[in-house]
């Protein structure tokens, strides 16, 4: 009797630990179709995002090009007006059409930002390395960004410390990153200089820096420097023109062509921003 009654007990248990096992199991299953349909509802929303992604992309380069036209042929109107030595403009009239070229050379350079953005973020960039001689770099530049300096107080000087080889990369995005970078610096720097120096850095890297003496940018700014669309907050601010994404594009550039961005700034005390990038493109 003792042991029918103990066989009892040990059936009664397993009957109760195997109730337990079969409710564990339908728990787990309904867990189970719930992570399937969460993964699937995660599935279907990033497509989602994806689809929403392309098409920003394509909506503002189609938007960006439809600009570019018209902004061109403002640019040039203007440029005519004001050199149209036939029938010349009285001061008051070249001072606006002044301003309307002037107006359409920031839109030109919006627009072109944008654009840039959008191929980034489409991964639609593309290098296409071939030879670079900084020499010949420094020259064009020195030349292109005579306007921005004209005018100006602030000095722009190219220093090479020593005579470098040639690279191998992409010249129109290396254009670029240093143009964006010299232009922030012109912008934010009302007296003193703007210095572009390049270095070398062991056999495989070469650096680039421009250096300001311009307001400066405080600590707790510097994380998000580089973020898109980001302007900072500055006395300067009102007065300067743009879409807060020239420091985002040097960033992606840089880090497009193998290389890295870095700062160092302090308010009143001027900025270097230094770009480090591999001698020959892999």
Do not use: Y
Not at 29 to 51: C, S, W, Y
Not at 99 to 127: H, P, Y
Not at 256 to 270: M, Q
């Amino acid at each position: 009797m003792r042991q029918n009654r103990e066989l009892v007990e040990v059936l009664n248990a397993l009957r109760a630990q195997s109730e337990v096992l079969a409710q564990a199991n339908l728990e787990l299953e309904e867990t189970n179709r719930g992570v399937v349909a969460l993964h699937a509802e995660l599935d279907a929303r990033a497509e989602m995002l994806a689809q929403t992604s392309e098409l920003k992309s394509r909506l503002v380069s189609l938007v960006s090009h439809e600009f570019r036209t018209p902004l061109g042929s403002i640019q040039m109107l203007a440029e005519l007006l004001l050199t149209d030595g036939t029938h010349p403009l009285a001061a008051p009239h070249r001072a606006h059409i002044a301003l309307i070229r002037q107006t359409a050379v920031e839109l030109s350079e919006m627009v072109d930002d944008l654009l840039d953005l959008s191929k980034a973020q489409a991964g639609k960039l593309q290098v296409h390395p071939t030879l670079v001689h900084v020499e010949e770099l420094f020259s064009a530049l020195r030349v292109l960004l005579r306007p921005l300096t004209s005018a100006s107080p602030v000095e722009l000087r190219f220093e090479l410390e020593e005579p470098l080889p040639p690279m191998f990369s992409d010249a129109p995005k290396l254009s670029l990153i240093l143009r964006n970078l010299i232009s922030n610096a012109l912008k934010f720097t009302t007296e003193g200089e703007v210095i572009v120096r390049a270095s070398a850095i062991g056999p495989d890297h070469l650096c680039f820096q421009v250096q300001d003496t311009g307001i400066g940018i405080a600590a707790e700014d510097l994380p998000r420097l580089f973020e898109d669309f980001r302007q900072l907050e500055n006395p300067l601010q009102t007065e300067v023109k743009g879409t807060g994404l020239g420091l985002s594009l040097v960033r992606r550039f840089s880090e497009f062509l193998g290389g890295t961005v870095s700062v160092e700034s302090e308010p009143g005390a001027g900025s270097i921003f230094t770009v480090r990038l591999p001698r020959g493109w892999k």
